[in-house]
């Protein structure tokens, strides 16, 4: 009788030790689950306060591309030719912090003056940089490392190059130049977003003439092309400190 009640009391003691472990297990995954609830609704909070802090630049980021279709490789040609009869425009300021340079595109580049012209009205250039320096021979602008600029080209058309318009004009000092997304380019287009300004000697245009339509040339502000160019860069020529670009049609 004393043994079959020592059993009995033994197996009750069992059966609460394992009760009480998964007990213990159920609260420890609440308060996980809880913790991650937490997390969650701070980084919700923390991203609203980000987008309060942001709204000036996503709303003007909106606008962009607005009311114009996006531009393709198939509807550039029609779209650039009836924009730039309605925009004649030839005359371009970029401001930086080193200074202002004016720009003078030619119109007997119709395609690529349009798309520049284009490209100024609806802000694009507003927050990249002069990207690429190199001394006694280019800065080229139109890009940057912030994701606005990735989402500007998506809104305006990311898929899309310009038909060379190289017209038989040579690179000179403070030439702009259409820029080309590879070297393996056949047909010479060039990208819509980039543009280079040369600088350096004549000797240093043999690869450039005849593959990169000239489309524009510096008027006022070469002073600061050489500024510009003379900047501590690192290996790939990015400027060490950004160069941003402020762009509007005069």
């Known amino acids: 009788m004393k043994y079959l009640s020592y059993l009995l009391l ?21 308060t996980t689950a809880e913790s991650k609830t937490t997390s969650e609704k701070k980084s919700t909070s923390t991203k609203d306060t980000t987008t309060l802090d942001t709204s000036e630049n996503e709303e003007k980021e909106e606008t962009i591309g607005a009311g114009y279709p996006k531009i393709t490789q198939e509807n550039l040609s029609e779209f650039l030719t009836k924009y730039g009869k309605e925009n004649p425009e030839t005359k371009v300021k970029i401001a930086t912090r080193l200074g202002d340079i004016v720009i003078d595109l030619y119109e007997d580049t119709p395609l690529h003056r349009a798309n520049f ?55 000179f000092k403070g030439s702009v130049s259409g820029a080309k ?9 060039s990208a819509p977003f980039e543009f280079f300004i040369f600088l350096g000697p004549q000797t240093s245009t043999g690869h450039l003439n005849g593959n990169y339509t000239v489309f524009g040339r510096v008027t006022q502000g ?29």
């Open 10 to 30: 033994t197996a009750v003691l069992l059966l609460t030790s394992c009760e009480d472990k998964k007990n213990a297990s159920e609260v420890k995954t609440e």
């Open 117 to 171: 012209i284009y490209l100024v009205k609806q802000g694009y250039f507003n927050e990249t940089f002069f990207h690429r320096i190199v001394p006694n021979f280019i800065i080229q602008g139109g890009n940057s490392d912030l994701p606005s600029t990735n989402e500007k080209r998506f809104k305006l058309g990311d898929d899309y190059l310009i038909p060379a318009e190289i017209n038989g004009r040579n690179h």
């Open 181 to 189: 997304e590879y070297r393996e380019n056949p047909d010479k287009k």
């Open 222 to 250: 070469m002073n600061v092309v050489e500024k510009i160019a003379a900047l501590p860069s690192d290996e790939g020529d990015w400027p060490l400190q950004n160069v941003y670009i402020e762009a509007e049609v005069l």
